[in-house]
Every structure is written in C-alpha cells, then in structure tokens.
C-alpha cells in the first residue's frame, strides 16, 4: 500500500523534481555526447574514430584496463583471504589502507609515481642507468590507474567472505581437497559474483581514469595517450566532433557497464 | 582408537584446554558435554586436525596424529552449521571427497555415482539429489552433511553441535535416527552437545567438560546417578543446593548439626546436593530442614512443591513430592534427604 497522505499536486511537485534534476544532469549530458559526436553523420564519426592517434588511444586505454584489473583481480583475492582468514598485527590498519585511494586526489596519485620513478625520483637514478622509462610512459599509466582502482575488487570480496566464513573451505580440507583444489571449487565459486562485479566497476574507472593518468602520462600523442586524455586534446584544439566521437565510447562503456551491474546485482543476491 | 595425552591449548590468555586425557574406544558413540565455552568444541577440532594443541599429544591407534593433516587423518566432520558447498547440488557435495582423491585411490565416474547414491540412500534423502544447499530444511542439510563426512570411510566421525541449529521435534527425531544409523554402521563418533538430555539419550559415554577441564567420563548413568564433582550434579539433572559447613564429620546448616554424613569430605564450607524427588516430607520434629510450604505446581506423576527454609539465609528449595500428598500451602513441613552429595566447596 502506498502512503496516501500527501495530497496528489505535492506528489506530483516531488516526483517532478526529482525526474527533472535526472534529466538535466544526467540523460541530457549523456544524449548530449551522442547527438554531438554524430552531428555531421555517421562517416565523419567513423573517419574520427579510424585516425590513428584516436586508435592508438583506445588501444592503450584497453591495455591499461586489462593489465590493471588482471593485477587487481589476483592482489585483491590475495588480500581479501588474508583478511578475511587470518588474525594479524596491523589488520586494521591494512583495511584503511586499502581506502587509501578512494580518499586521496588521483593528481596525487599520479604525483607519487613521478616522485617515485620520475628523473629526480627516488628510483630515478637507478631506472636511467638501466634504461627504464617508467614515468611518462605506459608502464605508469598503468601504476597509476592501478592504484585508482585497487579498492574496486577487495572491497566487494571481504564483507561476503566475511559473512560466508571458513567452514566450507575446512569441510573440503577434512574431505581430502588439497589447498589449491579447494581454492578453485569452494572459495573461488563461493565469491565469483562478487568478484566479477569488482572486475566490471575496477574496468569503468580503469578505462575512464584522467587525473592519475594525466600525470604520468606525458600526453605524448599516439603513444601514451589514453581515451580521457585523447579527448581532452581533441577539445582543447577544437576538434569538438572528434572529441565527442571518442567521447561516446566512454559514454557506451559507461552504459554496457550499469546493465552488466543491474543483472550481477540479480545473482549477488543469491550468494 | 583414539587417545587424547595432556591436551593443553591457549587463545591468548583464554586458557580453552588444561591438561585434557581421553580415551575413545573403536566403535565407542561419545558426547563431549559441557556449557559453552568450556572448549568442547576446541577439543573437537584439535581431534579433527583443524586446530592445533599448545601441548600434548594426539594418538589414532598408537600414531602421533600432530604431524599429519586433517586430510590425512581420515577424519569425517560435521560442522554445526552444516558448511555444505552452496554452489554444488547435493550429489556434488556427497561425490566431493570421492572426487578429490588422485592417483590410484581414484575413483571411476560409475563407482562415484554407485557410492553417492548408496550414501544417499542410507541418510534416505536420494530424491534430493539434484537439490541445491539452500533448497533443504535444516534437518535434511545435516542428514547431506553427515552423508558427505561418510563419504571418505573416516575412521572417526566428529561432529560438533550437531543438532544445535534445529527445533526441539526435527532435533528429537534426528537424534533416534543417528543412534540408529551409529548401531548400523558402528563407526567411532565424538559428539560435542551443550544440551545434557541429548548426550545421556544417545551417548555410550559422556565426557563432561567444565573451563577446559574434564569434570568427569563415565556412562550417561554414571553421570547422572554418581556424580563425581559439584559441577557435574548442578549440570546434569536437577539439584537442590544447600550450603552447610563440615566440622569433624559432622554436617552443619545454619548453624545447627542437621545428622548427615560427611562422605570424608574436609572440615570448612561445602553443600548439599540432593535430587527434587530424594526430599522426603517429614513431620518437623527430626527433621534435616524445616520450611514453609509456599506454592504447590505441576501436573502429572509428581507436583513440585517450593518450601521457604526456616533459616538465616532464606533459602528456597522445590521438591518433588507424590500425586497423593497432602502437603498444602501455608503448611510448615519437616524435609529428610533419602539420598544426597556432600561437596567440598573450593576455597
């Protein structure tokens, strides 16, 4: 039963209020990117997006992503066990760490890593002798963004290995399962919802990361400039229909990522 | 068999397990009773390998167990809250141990099925077999995790709190089917149990285990009928508790010698333990107690009386008197132990 103590014109007053607000902030902008990337046709969009720069970003952007959440997937599962299984010295203080990065600005994300690898770093001077570009390069980019995205994957693990506890991954021990077979037919099946919705939300900020990256990157054009960055240069030189081309594939990937989410959330609730 | 030699085990200062021997004969049903948190269940998973004593040694016929795993020690356990594999469907979780096994222990797919379904067939839940974890009642979930612990042939079965998380009817009916299927089988099983009807019903013996303590083994009527400690008597049954004082074998309360036997326990504070039904009513003069009668209670068989005591500390007793009494309230009655317990009192 819905609550009928308002009157219908005040519900109506709220219930438009709050359509609005999604529409002007939200459905506009995003329609906005489209309608903009495809003001001159669908050739023009096609011709922006085949230019070898625009190319050569959207390759990176992948390569990042995948190295990124590749690495998180397996430190976040290594983390996630350690705390959810084990008492230690200094817990608490690792599962505040692991916020860390959602507390900090991603410039200083970035910052660190040029202070640490960067020519006047920490490590410059060893990296320079053996020849290794690592600020201003893709190897970086892809420390910078892995540290953006390293809470994704861990967070969603530990509260449900949490509820779940250790009693099944013990009843397989007693069973006979040795400790890698119970890994992958008891706790890896236990978490595989949840994990994979880490991997998708570690994907969408790893693909569409600009502060970090921006850092690091160098912005050298056709090598280590990722999507957010390409655009960021389409625009400022004016190039807005290009901009909004590249711009619409964050957009599409934003949207294929909120559909995967609604149907994982379906199956995370069964676990 | 299995022997448990000075078993000592720490949580930090917690001291769950002081100096714990134990016997269990080959084919023996024991109940580890005691309240919670007296590391029953400690000594349950120290048996099974998923834990490991500070001190002391653990023996499968004569063989130091310490050094082996839980795999290794063949040991089928069930966990209170069953811990069967949630993504698996029933048959996969009574085939798991059978599946595991490598080498030449390996079994061909027909003989999984054929022992799965004879497993199934013994905890008579084979028309579940598709059935995932959580499509189960509580009684059916510990019937599949008891078939699964059979699964590997242990040559102990252990399980903990085993009936703890079901209702007072599935609870009473899965015992009798346990004790059913332990005369059938006959393999060695250690039951841990807080619940004291549950352990004197199904257990051969009953270890009694108090802050990390046994407070004593023996048959459920050893237990019940000659308690060895003031623990066991307050734990197990009922008991009116009397304080009374000892002085040169004779037996003081409040003050006045009441003409009990000491049982050779030592001059100073102890107490009187006696069963609700071993009070007999009396007439007042020579009496062991003398009381007020406040309330009469209870159906069937016997009625409950609750008798204030004439003394200084006011105490009040409920006693068990016959269905043809005429005890009434408001009455003052003389009551005289048939039988009774002297403890010391710890100093």
New interface residues.
């Given amino acids: 039963m819905p609550l009928r103590s308002e009157p219908a014109p005040v519900r109506w007053l709220i219930v438009g209020i709050a359509v609005a607000f999604l529409g002007i902030f939200l459905v506009l902008p995003l329609f906005t990117v489209f309608q903009q990337a495809f003001s001159r046709g669908i050739w023009p969009y096609l011709e922006a997006l085949g230019d070898p720069d625009a190319l050569a970003a959207i390759r990176l952007t992948l390569l990042v992503a995948f190295s990124s959440v590749s690495a998180n997937l397996v430190v976040g599962l290594i983390a996630a066990w350690a705390i959810t299984r084990f008492e230690f010295r200094g817990k608490s203080v690792l599962m505040t760490l692991i916020d860390l990065p959602f507390s900090v600005s991603p410039v200083i994300a970035g910052l660190v890593f040029v202070l640490l690898f960067g020519a006047q770093g920490f490590f410059g001077a060893f990296l320079q002798e053996r020849d290794i570009a690592i600020v201003f390069a893709v190897p970086g980019i892809v420390l910078a963004t892995l540290f953006v995205t390293f809470p994704f994957v861990v967070r969603e693990l530990i509260p449900l290995m949490q509820e779940q506890g250790i009693q099944e991954e013990e009843a397989a021990i007693s069973l006979g399962a040795s400790g890698l077979h119970t890994f992958f037919r008891v706790t890896l099946p236990n978490v595989r919802w949840a994990l994979l919705y880490g991997v998708l939300l570690c994907n969408a900020r790893a693909m569409g990361e600009f502060g970090a990256v921006s850092v690091v990157s160098g912005h050298v054009r056709g090598e280590t400039n990722t999507m957010p960055l390409h655009i960021e240069i389409l625009y400022n030189e004016y190039h807005f229909m290009a901009a909004f081309a590249v711009a619409s594939l964050l957009a599409l990937l934003a949207l294929v990522t909120l559909v995967a989410k609604t149907v994982l959330e379906r199956y995370l609730g069964r676990d | 068999m299995i022997g448990v030699h000075n078993v000592t085990k720490r949580f930090g200062t917690f001291s769950a397990l002081s100096g714990v021997n134990l016997e269990i004969r080959s084919g023996e049903l024991i109940a580890l009773l005691g309240p919670s948190g007296s590391g029953k269940t400690t000594l349950l998973r120290i048996i099974?390998?998923?834990d490991w004593p500070d001190d002391g040694e653990i023996l499968f016929d004569g063989v130091n167990a310490l050094t082996r795993?839980?795999?290794a020690r063949h040991?089928?356990?069930v966990?209170q809250?069953y811990?069967?594999?949630?993504?698996m469907t029933v048959f996969e979780n009574v085939a798991?141990?059978l599946r595991?096994?490598k080498g030449r222990q390996r079994l061909r797919e027909a003989e999984v099925r054929a022992r799965v379904t004879e497993l199934l067939d013994l905890v008579q839940l084979g028309w579940l077999a598709e059935r995932y974890p959580n499509q189960l009642s509580g009684g059916q979930r510990q019937r599949i995790a008891l078939a699964?612990?059979l699964?590997?042939e242990p040559r102990v079965l252990l399980l903990d709190e085993p009936f703890g998380s079901l209702d007072a009817k599935v609870r009473k009916e899965l015992r009798r089917w346990l004790r059913d299927l332990h005369q059938d089988i006959h393999v060695t099983s250690v039951f841990v149990t807080h619940d004291q009807e549950e352990a004197l019903e199904l257990a051969d013996r009953v270890v009694v285990i108090d802050k990390g303590r046994i407070e004593q083994i023996g048959t459920p009527r050893d237990v019940y009928e000659s308690p060895a400690t003031s623990f066991v008597h307050e734990f197990i049954g009922e008991s009116i508790v009397t304080p009374i004082t000892i002085e040169n074998g004779i037996v003081s309360y409040g003050g006045q010698p009441i003409g009990l036997d000491s049982q050779g326990v030592r001059n100073g504070k102890g107490a009187l333990f006696v069963r609700p039904y071993d009070m007999a009513v009396v007439p007042v003069d020579g009496a062991t107690f003398a009381g007020l009668v406040t309330r009469i209670h209870g159906l069937g068989p016997a009625r409950r009386i609750e008798v204030a005591l004439h003394s200084d500390d006011g105490g009040v007793v409920e006693v068990d008197v016959p269905r043809t009494s005429d005890v009434s309230a408001g009455q003052t009655i003389g009551l005289r132990p048939r039988q009774y317990r002297i403890f010391a009192l710890p100093t």
């Fill in positions: 099974a390998g998923l795993s839980v795999a040991v089928g356990f966990f809250h811990a069967l594999f949630r993504h798991f141990g595991v096994r699964r612990a699964a590997i």
